[in-house]
């Protein structure tokens, strides 16, 4: 047996009979050789880790006042999600690798970008669509990165859907695996007590301004929440026979809670609300100039195969905060003379 196959087989001998199991993949998009030591989960999550795009997310960020990038957050979601997975005896490095690529489709400026490029593109704009574009397409000089079907399908179906609730949907739906159905828990986990914890150090929220019977319920810091949120989703999971990731009313009722009052106080406050004209103003002078010279900025590839639209999007939801903000300022903001 090889090393691969041998992890392979110890993936049999221990993952609960309800995990996914690299040998049993459905496969990637082009066939390959298998490698000689990682098994396909686990080379997957190798190439996210080692893309273009999950570098970049080091300087994007979710919300405004965030003093760092969706590539931290992102880390920390996927701490939760792999918590998860271990109690659970479910497959840990596919679990890790949805929850890293997740997000790789997510925009400058984050929730901001995309609204603003949602209404700019034609038909509309969702992060995850363009997440699994990335992986498909855009990756490795237009190759892809050749993810298995079960990465794919954990990124693509990752969205909480207007009513915010990460459990408890249509099985058309959700992720095909368990694993991928983590990825939706995980997510609002970490992103509503990492704003929560951001939003206090800059002064937009005391800890007091919490909603005093949700944090009575699932606890007074990140980590006492966070450890009341994972019990509360392995236990239900596990009390209902790890046929779908699960969490109690009480405790799903007070997540979202916390999640509606971010929204309120922080997300669509008067500092963000400015925040977000900023964005739309960079962003939408951005869209129209880099059309207007699509042989400097966009790929001529896409162009012809896909449309301009499409070039324009990819171009302008790949840049990072900084990039975007430096090509505005090259584009738009007239440079002085120096006169001797």
């Known amino acids: 047996m090889t090393l691969r196959e041998q ?90 690798a949805i929850a890293l690529g997740h997000d790789l489709g997510h925009t400058p400026f984050g929730h901001a970008g995309e609204r603003v490029i949602d209404q700019l593109m034609p038909g509309g704009f969702n992060h995850y669509e363009q997440s699994l574009r990335v992986v498909d397409v855009l990756e490795n000089d237009g190759k892809g990165l050749n993810l298995t079907w079960e990465v794919r399908d954990g990124i693509a179906k990752h969205s909480k859907g207007k009513s915010g609730a990460p459990v408890g949907m249509a099985p058309n739906l959700r992720a095909s695996t368990i694993e991928g159905q983590i990825m939706r828990v995980a997510d609002l986990i970490g992103y509503v007590n990492h704003d929560i914890d951001d939003a206090t150090r800059a002064g937009l929220l005391h800890p007091e301004d919490l909603p005093r019977e949700h944090v009575e319920l699932l606890g007074k810091s990140a980590s006492a929440r966070i450890g009341t949120l994972v019990k509360d989703v392995v236990t239900e999971t596990l009390a209902g026979g790890l046929t779908e990731i699960r969490m109690s009313d009480r405790v799903l009722q007070a997540i979202l809670g916390l999640r509606a009052f971010l929204f309120e106080a922080v997300y669509e406050n008067e500092i963000a609300t400015a925040e977000f004209r900023k964005a739309t103003g960079i962003l939408t002078g951005l869209w129209e100039k880099v059309r207007e010279r699509a042989d400097e900025f966009l790929d001529r590839t896409t162009i012809e195969s896909d449309g301009l639209d499409v070039a324009t999007r990819d171009f302008v939801a790949g840049m990072t905060d900084r990039y975007a903000v430096r090509l505005y300022e090259q584009l738009f903001i007239p440079k002085p003379w120096a006169i001797d």
């Open 7 to 96: 992890l392979e087989q110890r993936e049999r001998d221990i993952l609960a009979p309800q995990a996914a199991r690299s040998a049993d993949s459905r496969g990637r998009l082009r066939e390959e050789t298998e490698d000689e030591v990682r098994p396909a989960f686990q080379r997957d999550r190798d190439r996210i880790i080692h893309s273009k795009a999950f570098r970049r997310l080091k300087h994007k960020t979710q919300v405004f006042f965030a003093p760092t990038g969706d590539h931290y957050r992102t880390r920390e979601v996927s701490q939760i999600a792999r918590t998860i997975a271990k109690v659970l005896r479910l497959h840990e490095e596919l679990t890790e």
